[in-house]
């Protein structure tokens, strides 16, 4: 199956249970103070949840272009590295406002994977809210008997409060979860170690693709609960997740939702994915990071020096980094990649083969700009180097300033230097990067929920990141 032919199929799918097909809300975000970027499916559908509107359908389905780049989730630090967290993705998902609950969520999940997608039961888990005694929370024993009706029980896993509780934030909505969980390693290998043992551990092949959310519970300002006069239910599926297992690979980049950006970036650089882990990498974070740019823009949001505008920007940096140091493409060519992107995407989402000629042109200059600046930076650096011959350290401030002034990726200044037999002061730098950071720090605190409610006069602000070799640094979000 496609994976145009699998996104068609749920959607599909939830039309004949009589749910409305709802377009994806944009990826950026104008009218939220809360959140610059939808990063779930629930987020165009807030204000339902939350009592401010009524819903004109109960049942909806949809698929949700998502970022990750965040808050509660930022995968920025996982993307290229392992193969199942992306920047951009879709998220599958289905609705119930005040209508069905958990029955109907779990028998519909389970006939759409195992029935029509097909997915052997053997290969999948699911869990449940194990309860938690100091919350008072009891087990999500309900949900554990509608998934005995098709799955053995030994396959029923409970998870803790943090996997399997949603919360809204310090108030609001919130009410247990359960997922499934896909094992698609191969014969032998789960022979060796029983699945179960490896769901949410990070294992590659063992991976969470359906998150349902039994909307139950208020919590009150106090911290305790009230039963909601009306349950919902919110689900999230993973699109990319999902054509990987249907598509019988192991990786999403793998899959036809990435395989035609790949090939032309394998084109441009000549370089054969798969063959250099550091490489492959670069690749991946390229061909994800592309989509990110381009759905942004798309939806309105150039990359700019402050807000959405700047972390759009950095992710492009970002993407242009990886391709300048581990493919050594030394000119613009990520904009080449959106033709291909248009093919893929763009008769389920037009915005992206209208805006073709905009969106190329933006990220073209961007290059343009970003690569002159690596250039400046390598010309001082070296001038640098050359007036102090007999440093050793190349200091922390001198980097630093690079970096903050000059835009110049401090990675890069600690490669140059090694190539050249030094080192970098990193305290000093670190040090630097402290006092940046004090210079603008706010007195409270970022909370870890899907929704923050800010204060008046804040907002959030990308602070940037920094990438070290493989190893990239970020400093997230802050409030200012
Ligand atoms: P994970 O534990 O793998 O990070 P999650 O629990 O953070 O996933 P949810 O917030 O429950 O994810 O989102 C619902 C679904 O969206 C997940 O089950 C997964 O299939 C998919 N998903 C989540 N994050 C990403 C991502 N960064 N890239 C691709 N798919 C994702
Ligand atoms: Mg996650
Ligand atoms: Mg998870
Ligand atoms: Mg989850």
Known sequence: MTSKQIRQKFLEFFQSK????????????KDDPTLMFSNSGMTQFKNFFLGYKDPENKRVADTQKCLRVS???????????????????????????GDYFKKEAIAWAWELLTEVYKIPKEYLYVTIFE?????GLIRDSEAFNYWKEHISEDRILLGNKKDNFWEMGDTGPCGPSSEIHVDIRSKEEKEKIDGKTLVNKDHPQVIEIWNLVFMEFLRKADGSLDKLPKQNVDTGMGFERLCM???GKTSNYDTDVFTPLIQKIESISGYIYGNNAEKDIAIRVIVDHIRAIAFSIADGQLPSNSGAGYVIRRILRRAIGYAFRFLEVKDPILYTLIPVLKEQMGEFFPEIEKQEHLIKEVIK?????????????????????????DLKIIPGDVIFELYDTYGFPSDLSRIIAEEKGLTVDEQGFISEMKKQKQR????STFKNYDWVV?????????????????????TQYRKV
């Open 245 to 247: 297992v249907l598509q």
């Open 365 to 389: 200059e961007e290059e343009t700009n970003f690569l002159k600046t690596i250039d400046q930076g390598l010309v001082r650096l070296s001038n640098f180097m050359k007036s102090h011959k």
């Open 71 to 97: 808050g509660k989730h930022n995968d920025l630090d996982d993307v290229g590295k392992d193969t199942y967290h992306h920047t951009m993705f879709e998220m599958l998902g289905n609705w119930s406002f």
């Open 440 to 443: 603008s720090k706010s007195a």
């Open 131 to 135: 309860g938690d005694d100091k919350e």
């Open 454 to 474: 800010l204060e008046e006069d804040q907002q959030e602000e990308f602070v940037g990141y920094d990438f070290i070799k493989t190893q990239i640094k970020i």
């Open 18 to 29: 009589q749910h409305t097909i709802v377009p994806s809300a944009p990826i950026v975000l």
